[in-house]
Structures are given as C-alpha cells and as structure tokens.
C-alpha cells in the first residue's frame, strides 16, 4: 500500500480547508436564514439584510420641513358630523325560540382573526336559518401564523351566548351522545354529518335543502371549511341584522385584552416621554392650542412578504429584492401571480401596489399630519424591517406600537399567539381619533365597516390616484399635496351604501342601520 507523505506545507493548507468544510456543515444550524431564504420564519438575505433607500427622497425631504396650519390641523381632527344614519342592529326586535332545535350545527373555520370574525358571524346566521343549535365554533390553526387559540381565548364566550340569548340557542359543548363529533373524527375519514360541498356565498335555501336533512337525519351537521360560506344578497331582513348584531355587539373580546388596549389607549393619550411634573404641564400649555392633543391615528401598515411579493410591484431594493420576491412567489404560487404579467409602471398605475412605510407617511403627510402626531402601528412583521420603516418614523417620531407602550410583563397572554395580538390591534383601532389602512384587506375592511357602524373617521387611500403621483419622478411637493388632498376630500368616513355582492361586514348601510 502506497502512502503520501503530508509535507509541513500540505498540512498547513489541509487544516482551512477542513475547517471551512465543517464550517459549511455547522452553517445552515448557525444561520437558518442565509440558507433559507424563501423561508416565512427568516428574513431574506437579498431584501431586510438591505436597507432600502427611499423611493421619493424629494418629497420626502419636503415633507420633513412642512408646516400645518391651525385652521387645517382642526378639519383634520374634526369628528364626522351626522350622517343621518344611526346604528341599530341591537334594537331589532327578537324573535322567539320557541320551536325546537332541529340539531346541533358545527363550523370549523380558517383563516386570520378578521376572516373567523366573519365565519362565526355567518354561523350563526345559518344556525339561525336551520333553527339549529350552535356549537361555539371552532378555529382552525392558521398555516401562516400557526396560532393555536381557541373561540374562548379571543372573544368573551359568556356575553357572547348572552347576546344572542334570544336569537338562537348556543351550547359551549356538545353533549355527551355527540361528543365523537370532532375536528380528528373528520380529518380521517369521509363522515355522513360532515359538509365539504357548501358553495361560496351560499343562499339561505341552499342550506334548507342541503344542510337540514342531513342534520335532521343525523341530530348534527359539521361545515368545514366555512369560510364565506353565507351570500350577502338576497336574505331575509332580520338575518342580515342578526350579523350586524353579531359582528358589532356579541363579538366582545376577552377581559385581559380589552384592559391591555385600554391601557395602550391611555398612553397614547397622554403626553409623550414626560417625567416630572413641570414639564408635564409646560407640555400641556402647549398641547391646548394643538387641535390634535390628546389624539392618535392609528395605520394599520399591511406590508408583509406575502403581500410585496404577491403584488409583484418594486419596492425600491435593487435587483436583489426582485430576485428574492420572484423566488418566493415561485416556491409559494408556481408562478400563478396575475401581477407578475404586468410592469412595475403598469400595476403603479392600476392603483395595485401596495403603500410602502415610506409612501403612507407621505399620504399621512399630505392630508396635513405633522412631527406631532402620536400615531400607533397596528401590524406584523413589516418585509423589510426597521430599515424599512425609517423615512415613516422620520415622518412620524411618536410612533408607538404594543411593544414600546407596554412592558414585557403586560404583553406576556398574549406575546406569541398573532390572533390576540390581533386582536389588541383591533381595540385600539376602534378607540382611535383616526384609521387609516396601508392597503386594503381582512382587517382594512372589518375596521372599516365597524367604524362606519359608529361613524368614526377612516382614511380611505385612493390607490389608484397616489400610484400614478408616486409615478412621478419629478412633482413638486405642492402639487402633490394638493392632489392628495383633493382626491381624499370624500374619503375619510363618509357613508358609503352597500351594493350588490359587497359585504355587508364592511358596508352595513342600509342593512343593519337606521335611517336617523
């Protein structure tokens, strides 16, 4: 047998090079995310480990000087005057319950917090078409955010059931004779009891004549999946005021997030980062001839990875980021991305990009908010992180969300589990002066139905008129502020009547309100 003699020299190289090999074993433990970058858990190496620069620098840096004047500050924080309507979908008579159930009914229902709002919402509705019994409905853990809570965790199961008290019949459980009726029991095998057919926006005699036998053959019907299972067309009057009432009265969430919002609320309230008496009261001097003191918005910054690259648009990152979005949208979509068909300048002016942190700062900017304002960030993970979010928070220096307002202690109930956090962002929402939503989507439209339903101001962005201004690489901040203003004029709450085929969770008008 032959064997080479290592020479002094051959093993001074030989020792990096098997250090380098394990080093590139031990890697992908160490750093996940360099390895990973399509991964939902890891920031990409090609976009938020690159600090994006800003898109619209001119106007941004004018943005940075503006001033707002006394007489635009006070229409700007102006509640909505009457409308004519008034909310009244708890004060529609009930009727009785005095037939008997036909059966218990479950519904197993996906999605993010603001889509299980809606299920549980149409639930009960079909309950009531069925004269069922309802079982408190069950929610499916989320692919995405894989939150695991339950009914119970997130809504006030007791006022819940109290509400609806004379609406229709509500058990927490089922008995004992039904108890194999579980999400396991479906997952592993085709069940009589089990609907999988229910067509999307199903009518009320679609469920008479599928669903009802079944559960009276049965004494219980599931539905799964139960997602926009219920048509907003074409219902009997009282049904469509059931789900206004259920959406905005019986939906209640727990105790513990509700004093959580209620504290964020009080200290976004209260004068920021002051810590003795006589400069809390310098600063009140003042905050009195502020028309927005004591005020907040609150932006609901809907920039994710999905979203950005779902949308196909640029954001601003360089030829890296569009590599990485174009991968990830590959791996998760194949490729089925009707945007990708179309140009950055096309879907800009389509109105089909969603806001950057830095081009909803501009908006905010525009419509007359100043370094002043006390704005609160309702969001996840924003793609791209605080580098993203830098040209906002130069906007915008009081920019607050959970994390800065609360202690880790006062987060600990609800700290990894997205549906509460959810759900403090949805209380706080609704307490604020102003909302405004980045781009439209589940938690956009519910806030923005709700808020009607209490005539609370709401900005609308009009995507289509600030992509085309975005577009334009050389407008002056004046004009732009004008066109912003302008075409936002009849965007900020006003009434809008539901028409066919809308939802009736985020237009309630004319079907769960009153004519005033």
């Known amino acids: 047998m032959n064997y080479v003699r290592q020479t002094p020299t051959s093993q001074r190289m030989a020792w990096p090079l098997q250090m380098g090999g394990l080093l590139m074993l031990l890697l992908p433990s160490l750093f996940p995310s360099l390895f990973s970058p399509l991964s939902r858990s890891y920031p990409s190496v090609f976009s938020e480990w690159n600090a994006p620069r800003p898109m619209h620098s001119h106007l941004l840096n004018r943005a940075l000087q503006q001033q707002t004047s006394k007489p ?221 003191a004591g005020k907040y918005v609150v932006l609901h910054l809907r920039f994710d990875k999905d979203m950005a690259a779902h949308s196909a648009c640029d954001f601003g990152g360089g030829k890296a980021e569009k590599l990485a979005l174009a991968k990830y949208r590959q791996v998760l979509w194949q490729g089925r991305v009707l945007n990708s068909q179309f140009t950055d300048e096309e879907l800009r002016g389509q109105g089909r990009c969603p806001l950057t942190p830095e081009e909803i700062g501009l908006l905010l900017s525009a419509l007359g908010f100043n370094n002043s304002t006390r704005l609160y960030l309702a969001s996840h993970k924003v793609y791209g992180g605080e580098a993203r979010i830098s040209a906002l928070r130069q906007l915008f220096p009081f920019m607050e969300d959970k994390k800065s307002l609360a202690s880790s202690h006062e987060l600990s109930e609800v700290e990894g589990k997205a549906s509460l956090l959810a759900a403090v962002d949805y209380y706080v929402s609704m307490q604020s002066d102003i909302f405004i939503s980045a781009s439209p989507g589940n938690m956009h439209n519910a806030l923005l139905g709700h808020r009607a339903y209490k005539n609370l101001k709401t900005v609308r962005p009009n995507m289509t008129l600030l992509g085309k201004l975005f577009l334009n690489k050389t407008i002056e901040w004046s004009e732009f502020q004008q066109a912003v203003q302008q075409g936002h004029k009849n965007r900020q709450g006003q009434m809008r009547i539901r028409k066919e085929k809308q939802s009736i969770y985020t237009y309630p008008a004319p079907d769960c309100m009153c004519k005033a």
Request: aromatic residues 10%; proline residues 5%.
């Open 72 to 292: 635009q500050e006070a229409e700007l924080w102006s509640p909505l005057t009457d409308q004519g309507w008034e909310a009244c979908a708890d004060k529609q008579e009930t009727q009785s319950l005095g037939r008997k159930s036909q059966g218990y009914i479950q519904v197993f229902l996906d999605g993010g917090l603001n889509q299980q709002r809606m299920g549980i919402c149409d639930a009960v509705a079909v309950a009531k078409i069925l004269n069922a019994t309802l079982v408190i409905p069950y929610l499916e853990v989320n692919p995405v955010w894989q939150d695991s809570s339950s009914f119970a965790d997130i809504f006030d199961v007791d006022h819940f059931i109290s509400v609806l008290s004379g609406d229709i019949s509500i058990v927490k459980e089922l008995p004992s004779d039904y108890s194999w009726s579980t999400r396991e029991y479906y997952a592993t095998g085709i069940r009589p009891t089990r609907i999988k057919t229910a067509p999307v926006h199903a009518s009320a005699s679609w469920y008479q004549e599928n669903v009802l036998p079944v559960m009276q053959s049965y004494g219980i019907v599931a539905i799964a999946p139960f997602s926009h299972r219920l048509a907003f067309d074409n219902q009997p009057s009282d049904i469509q005021h059931l789900r206004c009432k259920v959406n905005f009265h019986a939906l209640v969430f727990v105790p513990h997030v509700r004093r959580l919002g209620d504290a964020l609320v009080s200290r976004l309230r209260s004068p920021p980062g002051l810590n003795n008496a006589s400069s809390a009261t310098h600063f009140h001097n003042l905050e009195n001839d502020r028309a927005g």
